[in-house]
């Protein structure tokens, strides 16, 4: 740090204060993922439904990850789930997308959104499958989720095959229904998915993709090696003028499972992420990271390598 000349002490002290607010619109959709997938816990509890969140599952056929909002097992049966919070309200064309109608006059297609989440359910029953090496017999149900209570849904929707709830009618169903003896291997094969991780810059702007390093060192890397638990970290920046001065002022905070570092984050160390959406991965300063949290390392991403396309 002796050696940083002023105009690097500069430019790393107003990292450290630049504020990144959140993306409202985006966040909205993330607020109501979240309530919905605390509600489903208190109401699957004494059923025994595991509620998993934003489970990410390998696409040899169109490349990547695909997202499920949440998948429930109980017994012997699988819900996948696709959860929309729109308002207004929709049409379903001949062609199965879904167009959008909003209450400030504009419109989105939303594309084929039962076909969708359709194909991600036959992808990942046949995983689990290919994991347990037989036909498990798993009763997968699609259901799409509308939980905005302004939205106005087509009669059509109800002519998709699919299970179609609005919120209390999805909590209805997890509360009504018990669905027997645990498959162990079923739930098994959910908790060996990942998810995405969350990076929040200073502000409340929230990072969703993959972390591909954090770029801290062999230290860390090796610290972290095979975890089973996810990844938190937060950071402390001080932001003061006397700041600018100061030897590397930002501490960071590691925890995975019950391991615990801490240490001082240097000048012009950043983590290199794929945020979704982007293009391309990109580097993200660590003077401008508040608090991360970085999914379990998927079991499963061998799994789907040699299936016939769903």
């Known amino acids: 740090m002796n050696t940083m000349n002023l105009s690097q002490r500069w430019k790393w002290w107003r990292e450290r204060r630049r504020h990144h607010p959140p993306d409202e619109i985006h966040r909205a959709g993330e607020l109501a993922e979240q309530r919905l997938a605390k509600i489903s816990r208190a ?24 997202e499920i909002d949440l998948v429930i097992v109980g017994g012997n049966t699988m819900l ?5 919070h729109w308002s207004g309200s929709f049409e379903i064309n001949a062609d199965e997308e879904f167009i959008q ?29 290919e994991r347990v090496g037989k036909d498990d017999g798993v009763d997968v149900r699609v259901v799409l989720a509308f939980t905005n209570r302004n939205l106005d849904w087509p009669s059509n929707v109800m002519d998709l095959g699919s299970i179609v ?10 509360e009504d229904e018990n669905p027997g003896e645990l498959n162990e291997a ?20 929230m990072c969703k993709g993959d972390v591909l390093d954090l770029g801290l060192g062999d230290v860390i890397d090796t610290w972290q090696e095979g975890r089973r638990t996810p990844l938190l970290g937060s950071i402390d920046h001080p932001r003061g003028f006397l700041t600018l001065f100061t030897a ?29 959406g982007r293009k391309s991965p990109e580097d993200i300063p ?16 061998g799994l789907g390598q040699t299936l016939e396309k769903p």
Not at 43 to 66: C, L, M, T, Y
Not at 258 to 273: D, I, Q, T, V, W
Not at 286 to 301: E, F, G, I, M, R
């Open 80 to 84: 996948v789930v696709e959860q929309k």
């Open 43 to 66: 109401a699957g509890k004494k059923n025994g439904w595991h509620i998993f969140e934003s489970v990410r599952i390998p696409d040899v056929e169109q490349g990547g990850k695909r």
């Open 186 to 205: 079923l739930l098994e094969t959910l908790q060996g998915f990942g998810t995405w991780d969350e990076v929040e810059l200073n502000g409340g702007l």
């Open 286 to 301: 660590w003077s401008t990271v508040a608090s991360l949290n970085l999914s379990t390392p998927s079991l499963n991403d």
């Open 101 to 129: 109608h909003r209450k400030n006059g504009t419109t989105h297609n939303h594309s084929t959104v039962n076909q969708r989440i359709a194909r991600k359910s036959r992808m990942l029953v046949a995983m689990h499958n």
């Open 165 to 174: 709830k609005d919120e209390a009618g999805f909590i209805g169903l997890l």
């Open 248 to 276: 590397p002022p930002s501490q960071l905070n590691l925890n995975t499972g019950e391991r615990h570092m801490e240490a001082k984050l240097p000048f012009g160390k950043s983590l290199r992420m794929h945020v979704v």
